[in-house]
T-cell receptor, first 113, second 115 residues
Framework: AQTVTQSQPEMSVQEAETVTLSCTYD???????LFWYKQPPSRQMILVIR??????QNATENRFSVNFQKAAKSFSLKISDSQLGDTAMYFC??????????FGTGTSLTVIP | DTEVTQTPKHLVMGMTNKKSLKCEQH?????MYWYKQKAKKPPELMFV???????INESVPSRFSPECPNSSLLNLHLHALQPEDSALYLC??????????????FGPGTRLTVT
């Protein structure tokens, strides 16, 4: 089974600043995908960004980008120009070949005005 | 339409009650999931349906009974629950099982309280 680790249970960042959330994983697969999901308080979980392991280029979606280090099995999420609406739980997720998701323990991010 | 809907939003039930949670999607997805989530914790997989057949049961107690009447609808029947079953129950869907690149689309959840 795959394992996914998020070592930062809680983080905070000043509005407009940049913050990086870390995620490490363990797998014997060579080709796979990694996801970051966001779950705002009392709101729906939504996909933030997706990375394909065989792509060298780090994925970017507007203010969100990843730093993917395949050899180190590291998949961190960088949020630039943090906004109040970024306050949420963030989960790193790793799907196995059956598309069963393995979630990290989550990081609770608070953006401070 | 990229929406997964769940009803009810909130449910309070006694330990002897029988109730059902409902999940619906109209994206043509053939895989549907039930998760249980405690506060500040990741979702825990309970059941997976693929093409309306139960594919995965993560050793869930029999007081939880899933049902997939058709490709758009997923139910979770609840009976004789315990207070520790109080949680947020999430439904999700994805186009198919067996394809790692597919994201899962989540519903807003049903907040269940067992008294």
């Amino acid at each position: 089974a795959q394992t996914v680790t998020q070592s930062q249970p809680e983080m905070s960042v000043q509005e407009a600043e940049t913050v990086t959330l870390s995620c490490t994983y363990d797998t014997s697969e060579n080709n796979y995908y990694l996801f970051w999901y966001k779950q705002p308080p009392s709101r729906q979980m939504i996909l933030v960004i997706r990375q394909e392991a065989y792509k060298q280029q780090n994925a970017t979606e507007n203010r969100f980008s990843v730093n993917f280090q395949k050899a180190a099995k590291s998949f961190s999420l960088k949020i630039s120009d943090s906004q109040l609406g970024d306050t949420a739980m963030y989960f790193c997720a790793f799907p196995d070949t059956g598309n069963q998701f393995y979630f990290g323990t989550g990081t609770s991010l608070t953006v401070i005005p | 339409d990229t929406e997964v809907t769940q009803t009810p939003k909130h449910l309070v039930m006694g330990m002897t009650n029988k109730k059902s949670l409902k999940c619906e999607q109209h994206m043509g997805h053939r895989a549907m999931y039930w998760y249980k989530q405690k506060a500040k914790k990741p979702p825990e997989l309970m059941f997976v349906y693929s093409y309306e057949k139960l594919s995965i049961n993560e050793s869930v107690p029999s007081r939880f009974s899933p049902e997939c009447p058709n490709s758009s609808l997923l139910n979770l029947h609840l009976h004789a629950l315990q207070p520790e079953d109080s949680a947020l129950y999430l439904c999700a869907s994805s186009p198919e099982l067996g394809q790692m690149f597919y994201e899962q689309y989540f519903g807003p959840g049903t907040r269940l309280t067992v008294t």
